[in-house]
Nanobody
Framework: QVQLEESGGGLVQPGGSLRLSCIASGSIFRFNVLGWYRQAPGKQREVVATIITGHNTNYADSVKGRFTISADNAKNTVYLQMNSLKPEDTAVYYC??????????????WGQGTRVTVSS
């Protein structure tokens, strides 16, 4: 069992920046899909950014050019750098680590979420 702990959320003004961190209790090396999702009030959870190890990173159109996902295997940590934040980025952000082989998910872990509020 892997525990995920997110941090870095908070209140920020429009145009500001935040960096979210997701620290895993064990090695993240075994996971091949690392991602950040968000859920705004009254809306469904949506994907923000993912890393598919050995392949590429993917971003939601709404955050392209503003957000950057990265991972540090040595620190068992996944980051989400968020720049030029907008009020519509307000949401609870969740870290997700998964292992997917031949289309089958064998591991799927979620953090408890960290709240981001963008407001003046």
């Amino acid at each position: 069992q892997v525990q995920l702990e997110e941090s870095g959320g908070g209140l920020v003004q429009p145009g500001g920046s935040l960096r979210l961190s997701c620290i895993a209790s064990g090695s993240i090396f075994r996971f091949n899909v690392l991602g950040w999702y968000r859920q705004a009030p009254g809306k469904q959870r949506e994907v923000v950014a993912t890393i598919i190890t050995g392949h590429n990173t993917n971003y939601a159109d709404s955050v392209k050019g503003r957000f950057t996902i990265s991972a540090d295997n040595a620190k068992n940590t996944v980051y989400l750098q968020m720049n030029s934040l907008k009020p519509e980025d307000t949401a609870v952000y969740y870290c997700n680590l998964r292992t997917v082989r031949m289309g089958v998910t064998t591991d799927d872990y979620w953090g408890q979420g960290t709240r981001v509020t963008v407001s003046s």
